[in-house]
């Protein structure tokens, strides 16, 4: 920045120089031809004896070669002036990002430090608010905010010390207007700090409340609380809008008067400056070089004023950032703890005084105290007080502000590091959290401790980004990095580890689902090789188990050289999957390659002419039917809102009988495209129609492979079609509407030659494959609670505590789960919160509280007192009863 004033001071000199040098000839005064150009000499101050330094005589130039080379000479030092800004801009907007990304990252780590009680007492809608968009202007000002007051001041400076060297009257002119702007611009500004902030916190309650709202849809859809909720944004949006007004209103007329006073100081110019050159005190040159230097006054000053305003705001968003996540309003945070040692959590489960108050103040548990070996099977009730449950989470270091102690084995709880109980102690809740992703991601995600090995990766990008991280904070490891310690759970590969998955959602009773989900999902030939290798084997068994078993007409095949009765009219044409939106659905009927290749054929007029069939009939059939009707369902074509559109249409060629226009047809064509006639039975279909569909294929192919057109991924008789689902791919065909119960059948069959072919594995693997949606939402409850219960388990906790995990099912579907959950820790501690006695003799220990004390304390099962259901002796508790 110190580098780039002098070049700055001498772009501001030039125009002084081609004024009077070159245009006005004082460089010729004397009756030279010519001038020197590019002379440097430098001049000693008469307090510093005078003289002057001679360092180039510079080149000998005419009148026209001094005009262009002083303007030259000014457009380079522009193009030098613009260098040093583009320069000190990017430092500063890669300082920022830096910046940025390191407050981002340490508000997220301390996010993840919350414990439970600040987990309840914040909005998660609300702090993801904060890191994503309010600490953007902090982080954005973090480079501004000593760049750009040291370079814009610097500037201003420059241009001010310009214009006094000019004219000492000027400059103290321009000098008095600046201090004005200083002075009286940012006390204006302040209401528009206050304003900013309640703007601020009302976007961010804003934000809460839709945050509510989408979390609690079903509620308003169940209650039918549009309105209301309508009502209420609306009001929250209004109030914004009102802010937003104010802050226009002061914002704009602090613009106005800044405006004002900048526009000032050129009238003074023209007006003293120009009565100074009228008396001779000024020349022009200076004049117009003082003007100049003016012009580029203003704006760094604005800029500067700017940066005062930005640097107030971003103060004003720096302390609601930190009021938010202070320790004052959320308590004290999750100590981060080194990798301890991984011991295991056995011995006596100690309990002294527990004290455990509701939400109320009201003592839920009160001075319980108790004693146990572990490992051991506990079951806890409460006859529907929340005592049980929150001593659960109490075990579960879900609470962690209560009276007492616990300590296992001698080791404190509430001590223990966070790496210790997070592998070590495993809680099922009532209300299972699902992240978007596979199955399978959601299983393993208890395994991600901490990365094993550095994936492969191009070495240049890693360091760069590894550098980057170690300038910001953030962490060296890669979510590509290997993980998952498969050595520590006695794996030796990824497929070992989808077997124990698989296994462990079979002991649970998810294993069909899994199995289902598989053949609804789609191969890939790299990952799941062996499969891809043996599925058109596989496809032939089971066509000739059809043929043997008397099944054929369960399944109508892909047939090149036919049409399939009971695919739809586009599936015919295609003869193979579409993979973009372009050949999906209605999209199909307006695409131009299809478009074409139809017309080639001659078949568009006849598919518009049934089309029109159709409207004509739907129509017909669902005159006066409401939206909600069943009929809508079966025959897809039209929806309840476009009745009134196909209306119109038919009107209209029914009055005028002319042809339906290119938008018209369009929206006819696509009707026939979803028409399958196994199952819509309209009897629109002949066998010279359905001859002429066939023979359409072979145009539609060659349009799009001349086109080179990858929406499509065409049915191939000897591969795998992986667009298509891999159910489609081993029958490859549809299922017979028309046959008697032939999806069961048909379902047994491919399951028996999936065994028979040794595949059920490698079906399952792509079953853990299947996307769970945005918080599980396209799992049931009960697949839901069911991965919950297996990422528990995978883990191998030494203590799995399950609060109301099992409530999704049935009360035999429970109890099966139960004993699986028994049966599988046979060597752990399992924790059980029970709503009835029913399953209590599963149980060594039972703990009951009643009015917030342990009233019952004793061995659930006699015959089990003796021997544990780990191989040792299960000592009865020692309670004390406050």
Not at 181 to 204: C, M
Not at 819 to 831: D, G, N, P, T
Request: glycine share 8%.
């Amino acid at each position: 920045m110190l580098l780039s004033q002098p070049f700055y001071f001498i772009s501001l000199d030039l125009p002084r120089r081609i004024v009077n040098e070159a245009i006005q000839g004082e460089a010729f005064r004397e009756g030279n031809v010519t001038a020197p150009f590019l002379q440097l000499h430098f001049d000693w101050p008469q307090w510093l004896g005078g003289g002057s330094i001679r360092l180039f005589d510079g080149f000998q130039v005419g009148r026209v070669g001094l005009l262009l080379g002083l303007s030259c000479l000014f457009l380079l030092f522009v193009v030098v002036n613009n260098g040093f800004k583009y320069w000190i801009n990017l430092a500063k907007g890669i300082l920022g990002e830096r910046m940025l990304r390191r407050m981002r990252f340490d508000l997220f780590a301390m996010v993840l430090r919350f414990t439970p009680e600040a987990l309840r007492t914040v909005k998660s809608s609300e702090t993801a608010t904060i890191i994503k968009d309010e600490v953007e202007p902090i982080g954005g000002f973090i480079g501004d905010a000593f760049i750009t007051p040291v370079l814009l001041g610097m500037q201003a400076l420059t241009a001010l010390v310009f214009i006094m060297v000019q004219n000492v009257w000027l400059g103290l002119m321009a000098l008095a207007v600046i201090a004005v702007q200083f002075t009286v611009i940012p006390r204006l500004r302040r209401e528009l700090l206050r304003l900013g902030k309640e703007r601020q916190l009302a976007s961010r309650e804003l934000a809460g409340r839709i945050g509510e709202v989408l979390d609690g849809i079903e509620v308003v859809h169940v209650h039918n609380a549009y309105a209301w909720e309508r009502a209420e944004i609306g009001n929250r949006l209004f109030g914004l809008f009102s802010i937003r007004l104010k802050i226009y209103n002061r914002k704009f007329a602090v613009k106005f008067l800044n405006n004002f006073l900048s526009q000032v100081t050129p009238f003074l110019f023209y007006a003293v400056g120009g009565y100074f050159a009228l008396r001779g005190t000024l020349d022009i040159g200076q004049l117009v070089a003082v003007i100049g230097a003016y012009r580029e006054l203003p704006p760094p000053l604005k800029e500067l004023i700017d940066w005062d305003q930005q640097r107030l705001d971003v103060q004003v968003k720096y302390d609601q950032v930190t009021q938010h996540f202070a320790e004052e309003r959320l308590g004290p945070l999750i100590e981060s703890e080194a990798e301890a040692e991984d011991e295991p959590l056995v011995g006596s489960l100690v309990v002294e005084g527990l004290g455990l108050p509701g939400p109320h103040g009201d003592m839920v548990v009160e001075n319980a105290s108790f004693s146990l070996e572990l490992p051991a099977k506990v079951a806890l009730s409460s006859n529907g007080s929340p005592a049980a449950s929150m001593l659960a989470r109490v075990l579960a270091r879900r609470i962690t502000g209560f009276a007492g102690r616990v300590s296992i084995g001698g080791r404190d709880l509430t001590q223990l590091p966070v790496s210790v109980a997070g592998r070590k102690i495993a809680y099922a809740g009532v209300d299972p959290i699902i992240f978007p992703g596979s199955i399978r991601d959601n299983l393993v995600y208890g395994l991600r401790f901490k990365p094993l090995a550095r994936a492969e990766a191009d070495r240049r990008e890693a360091a760069r980004r590894i550098a980057e991280a170690a300038r910001t904070g953030n962490p060296f490891e890669s979510i590509a990095d290997s993980w998952i310690d498969l050595a520590r759970l006695g794996l030796e590969g990824e497929q070992d580890l989808d077997r124990v998955l698989v296994g462990l959602l079979e002991q649970i009773g998810m294993g069909d689902s899994i199995y289902l989900f598989g053949l609804a999902g789609r191969i890939d030939p790299e990952r799941h090789a062996a499969l891809a290798e043996r599925l058109v084997e596989a496809r032939n068994r089971l066509r000739e188990t059809f043929q043997s078993s008397g099944m054929a007409d369960l399944v109508e095949p892909f047939d090149i050289d036919r049409y399939n009765d009971q695919a739809s009219i586009a599936e015919n044409l295609l003869f193979g999957v579409p993979i973009s939106d372009e050949f999906s659905g209605r999209n199909l009927a307006d695409n131009p390659l299809f478009r074409s290749a139809i017309d080639r054929a001659g078949l568009t007029d006849r598919l518009v002419r049934m089309g029109l069939q159709i409207a004509e009939t739907m129509t017909e059939i669902f005159q006066g039917l409401p939206p909600g009707h069943s009929l809508f369902a079966q025959f897809s074509f039209i929806g309840a809102e476009e009745l009134p559109e196909f209306q119109a249409i038919l009107r209209r060629r029914a009055r005028g009988g002319h042809d339906p226009k290119r938008e018209e047809r369009t929206r006819l064509l696509a009707l026939p495209l979803a028409y399958v006639e196994a199952r819509h039975r309209l009897g629109l279909l002949d066998d010279s129609l359905k001859k002429q569909i066939v023979e359409a294929r072979s145009f539609v192919r060659d349009t799009l492979e001349k086109a080179e057109a990858t929406g499509v991924e065409f049915y191939d008789p000897e591969g795998i079609c992986m667009a298509a689902p891999l159910r489609d791919n081993l029958l490859f065909g549809r299922v017979n509407y028309q046959v008697a119960d032939a999806r069961h059948r048909v379902a047994e069959a491919i399951a028996a030659v999936v065994r028979e072919l040794d595949l059920l594995e490698d079906v399952e693997r792509i079953g853990l494959d299947h996307e769970v949606g945005a918080a599980g939402r396209l799992l049931s409850p009960q697949e839901r609670a069911s991965i919950n219960l297996v990422r528990c388990l995978v883990k191998r906790p030494d203590i799995l505590i399950v609060d109301g995990a099992l409530a999704p099912f049935d009360e035999e579907r429970a109890g099966k789960i139960l004993r699986a959950l028994v049966e599988h820790l046979k060597q752990q501690s399992l924790f059980m919160v029970l709503s009835n006695d029913r399953q209590i003799t599963a149980f060594d220990v039972l703990i009951r509280f009643r009015d917030g004390r342990i009233v019952t304390e004793k061995m659930a099962d006699p015959q089990r007192q003796a021997q544990g259901p780990g191989g040792e002796t299960a000592q009865s508790i020692a309670g004390e009863v406050a």
